[in-house]
């Protein structure tokens, strides 16, 4: 794990709970009315279309294929009335009204038996918060990319609604709160289905609600999920979707052809999103959002990946596992491939973070990159995990990963080793390593030595035993190659009587590095190997500047100051507990075996968000790249940077 740099500024900013409304662009808040009458209008037309197509057959008016059709038509819009409804786009939340909302909802998603209304609507906000991961999004497409596997994915994903409720989200409390609802929908559904078939009416079921169900089903999961949503890897909200301009499709396709839109602005109605395109076009394309044509749809996605100015900008995204090697006995080498033809900017010395769900939990660690970047970007990602005794994720990786499996990736984060870029690069650097450290520091000395005509390197690298050192075989062929410019002395804990004579040798080699002219020195590895070193170096009044370090374990903190009551409200349980003013709320929900997800405790990768729901605090990074200015505003808040100016009420964002 990362944790903070050895020089860092912080700034402290106060947020109030008071203080934490939502703000919403005026662009898209003027297309959100209190009344959609617009699909008001829609629902008039469904009900007055299925009860004249009911009427027309029940008197043979009407064939009854030409009444398939018009059901078909039908059972279609009736999917834009439950979707609209079950974002609450319908009647605004404050009207006496609203119970019409949840009417229209039930009605309009009979024709499509699906799940009943409380349910989808809950699925399908789920849908929105986590779009495009192949574990937690109930529309994910799994079965493959060929036309025949996208088709029966189509009509699987009904039953994958299914699968989500009672199986993957069995677990949760809101979910198992709509089973008595969704198991007495199917009852009356099916015994109704019983009655009508026992009288007679197969012919008439089939026409007027099998078929149309079938065709909408295929139509709306086609058009509204797998290719707006195509090629399902992107985690960011300006990429995670595709608008197709177009007037034509927006007619057909209601819409949805704008299906970004819906996904940045869920509380705009459909009949709105083109308006609101025109409105953040601009905006978007400075985004690089996917706005293309349906013939053009897979070359809009192959891009360089966040790219401004030269510099990486953190991206969310679908990864797939190339490639799986063992380095020593207890850590591996796993090769990630960017979905595609993109590619990634990097540093050398930052990380990713990888997030997997484990026995229902969502889990995130935090691996550094161990290959190097050079000018151009890379199309694959290098990382080494070590296995920790009791560690959830890095067993999961050790144990259960496979070649070809998906992971959630996001990054690049981390500012270690930045100074090489920032600055023109020392020529006579010293990298300390300790273990696992070695992860970000072999991308660095790479980096540097293909770049650095002049460069003089050495590292010190500690490890248990020979057959324990990770990488030992590359970095002796790197020292084989560019033996003017790079060396490296290996320190086996193993190779000593003591801890004392091992501590006395790494004293004198430090010395000696100090006296042959090293001007700057890294140090990445575990806390004690920094503290001994980092002493050490500033005896020999090496500057503050001049030494960057990361550790694999945050400093606990002891309580200074006022301590508060702090109320964190959990997915499975709410617990409270007692926070220093000068202690971080993630440092004290994990001391008392707090299930949250966390990854970088740096503020860099947001997998701690939470939402404050009273109190105040102060950030010790507000300006985190983690969190929008709007998220900030609607009082998500980050539990790594979190510390307590008062009593608090935390709950998950």
């Known amino acids: 794990m990362r944790v903070h740099r050895l020089i860092e500024t912080r700034k402290v900013m106060a947020l109030h709970a008071s203080e934490t409304q939502p703000i919403f662009e005026e662009r898209w808040q003027q297309s959100v009315p209190a009344i959609a009458w617009g699909t008001l209008a829609l629902f008039c037309a469904f009900i007055i279309g299925y009860a004249s197509v009911l009427f027309a057959v029940a008197h043979a008016l009407i064939p009854l294929t030409f009444a398939a059709v018009i059901c078909t038509v039908l059972a279609y819009i009736g999917f ?61 497409f799994h079965f493959g990319k060929r036309w025949y596997q996208v088709a029966l994915n189509c009509f699987y994903i009904p039953f994958q609604y299914l699968t989500f409720m009672f199986l993957k989200l069995r677990h ?41 169900n079938l065709i909408a089903v295929f139509v709306l999961t086609l058009f509204f999920d797998y290719l707006p949503h195509y090629p399902h890897t992107a985690l960011d909200k300006y990429q995670n979707s595709s608008i197709f301009p177009s007037v034509w499709l927006n007619v057909l396709l209601m ?31 400075a985004q690089d959002a996917p706005i293309t044509s349906l013939m053009k749809l897979s070359k809009a996605h192959e891009t360089v990946l966040k790219v401004e100015q030269g510099e990486p900008i953190p991206a969310y995204m679908i990864m797939t596992v190339a490639r799986i090697e063992a380095i020593t006995p207890d850590a591996v080498k796993i090769t990630l491939v960017l979905p595609g033809n993109k590619t990634l900017r990097f540093y050398a010395g930052q990380y990713i973070v990888l997030s997997k769900v484990l026995n229902h939990i969502s889990v995130s660690r935090c691996y550094s990159l161990c290959n190097a970047s050079i000018d151009e970007c890379s199309s694959y990602l290098e990382i080494a995990v070590k296995r920790c005794t009791n560690g959830v994720f890095s067993t999961y990786l050790h144990t259960q990963l496979k070649m070809g499996d998906k992971l959630k990736v996001g990054g690049p984060f981390g500012q ?84 004392k004579e091992k501590l006395c040798y790494t004293q004198r080699l430090i010395t000696s590095l100090v006296y042959r002219g090293y ?55 709410r617990q409270e507990i007692r ?75």
Request: include cysteine.
């Open 519 to 573: 001007q700057r020195f890294f140090i990445c590895g575990p806390r004690p190997l920094f503290d001994f070193i980092y002493k050490r170096l500033r005896k020999y009044e090496i500057a503050e500047a001049d030494i960057t370090s990361e550790q694999f374990s945050i400093p606990h903190t002891e309580p200074r100051g006022h301590a508060f009551n702090v109320e964190v409200i959990g997915k499975y349980a």
């Open 416 to 499: 270690f080793g930045l100074s090489i870029y920032k600055k023109s690069a020392p020529s006579c650097m010293v990298f300390f390593a300790g273990g696992s450290g070695i992860t970000p520091i072999i991308s660095m000395i790479k980096r540097c030595l293909q770049h650095g005509s002049d460069v003089t390197i050495h590292l010190v690298y500690f490890s248990k035993k020979p057959t324990h050192t990770m990488f030992k075989n590359a970095l002796l062929a790197l020292a084989e190659q560019h033996k003017e410019k790079f060396g490296v002395t290996f320190v086996y804990s193993n190779g000593f009587d003591s801890t």
């Open 80 to 140: 834009t009335l439950v979707h609209d409804a079950g974002h609450g786009n319908i009647i605004h939340a404050a009207s006496s009204s609203k119970w019409c909302e949840t009417a229209i909802g039930w009605i309009a998603g009979i024709p499509l038996l699906l799940v009943p209304f409380p349910a989808f609507k809950l699925l399908h906000d789920r849908h929105h918060a986590f779009t495009n991961d192949p574990e937690q999004d109930p529309d994910h």
């Open 172 to 212: 949760e409390p809101v979910i198992r709160a709509t089973y008595p609802t969704t198991v007495l929908y199917f009852l009356l559904v099916f015994s109704l289905l019983g009655c009508l078939l026992y009288m007679g009416f197969l012919l008439e079921i089939v026409a007027l609600l099998i078929v149309p």
């Open 255 to 285: 819409g949805q052809n704008y299906h970004l839109i819906h996904h940045l602005y869920p509380r705009v109605p459909w009949y709105r999103y083109q308006q609101v395109y025109r409105n953040v076009a601009a905006e978007l394309r």
């Open 579 to 653: 926070v220093a003013a000068n202690q971080t709320v993630l440092e004290i929900a994990k001391q008392h075996n707090i299930v949250w997800n966390y990854a970088c405790e740096q503020g860099h990768c947001g997998s701690c968000r939470a939402r404050l729901i009273a109190g105040e605090c102060t950030l010790l990074n507000p300006h985190s790249a983690a969190l929008s200015g709007d998220k900030h505003r609607s009082g998500i808040i980050l539990l790594c940077q979190c510390q307590p100016l008062s009593d608090l009420v935390l709950t998950h964002e």
